[in-house]
T-cell receptor, first 115, second 117 residues
Framework: AQSVTQLDSHVSVSEGTPVLLRCNYSSSYSPSLFWYVQHPNKGLQLLLKYTSAATLVKGINGFEAEFKKSETSFHLTKPSAHMSDAAEYFC?????????????FGRGTSLIVHP | DARVTQTPRHKVTEMGQEVTMRCQPILGHNTVFWYRQTMMQGLELLAYFRNRAPLDDSGMPKDRFSAEMPDATLATLKIQPSEPRDSAVYFCASAPTRQGTFGGELFFGEGSRLTVL
């Protein structure tokens, strides 16, 4: 069984300040982990993914995430927020089982960026 | 620029009417997912297919929802009869398969926003 918990439903930051979106997962085996972003009235877009290579993963638009197995965490960070980062962010854990992957989505974190 | 295409983008209908949503996955992707997104429930997995065969549709209300893949380029999600509680955004996502697994990354369409009055 697998699950993912996004610890904050909303995160509010000022433009130019750091962003931290928290994600913890539960998985019986080594999972693949993803962050997706959803802008208003749009579909979800992949930001970055971890698939058992380097634990620090760099994604698009300056985002990165660090896989910490001991803490079962995969937090998303960005050094400096931009207004265009305002969106919904989803953490996803995906586990191979019987030749298929079933992704499990977190509830999402809404990032609000103030001028 | 390969992308998942969903139609219609918006649909307003009356309770009791049949609704069909369509999805064209990215060419070569043989895993297709249907999700429903609402404010209350977030993203819910309704069904998914691999090589056109349904692998899991346990997330769908069986009495009114049905999902099919008539061919590799088309996935459909049908609601009959529709109810106001079905109002949501329905997303289709596709994924490639490598050596029997798809690696986990999903490619989403822009969604079909359904309003049932």
């Amino acid at each position: 069984a697998q699950s993912v918990t996004q610890l904050d439903s909303h995160v509010s930051v000022s433009e130019g300040t750091p962003v931290l979106l928290r994600c913890n997962y539960s998985s019986s085996y080594s999972p693949s982990l993803f962050w997706y972003v959803q802008h208003p009235n749009k579909g979800l877009q992949l930001l970055l993914k971890y698939t058992s290579a380097a634990t620090l993963v760099k994604g698009i638009n300056g985002f990165e995430a660090e896989f910490k197995k001991s803490e079962t965490s995969f937090h998303l960070t960005k050094p400096s927020a931009h207004m265009s980062d305002a969106a919904e962010y989803f953490c996803v854990v995906s586990l191979a089982s019987g030749g298929s992957y079933i992704p499990t989505f977190g509830r999402g974190t809404s990032l609000i960026v103030h001028p | 620029d390969a992308r998942v295409t969903q139609t219609p983008r918006h649909k307003v209908t009356e309770m009791g009417q049949e609704v069909t949503m369509r999805c064209q996955p990215i060419l070569g992707h043989n895993t297709v997912f249907w999700y429903r997104q609402t404010m209350m429930q977030g993203l819910e997995l309704l069904a998914y297919f691999r090589n056109r065969a349904p692998l899991d549709d346990s997330g769908m209300p069986k009495d009114r929802f049905s999902a099919e893949m008539p061919d590799a380029t088309l996935a459909t999600l049908k609601i009959q009869p529709s109810e106001p509680r079905d109002s949501a955004v329905y997303f289709c996502a596709s994924a490639p398969t490598r050596q029997g697994t798809f690696g986990g990354e999903l490619f989403f369409g822009e969604g079909s926003r359904l309003t049932v009055l």
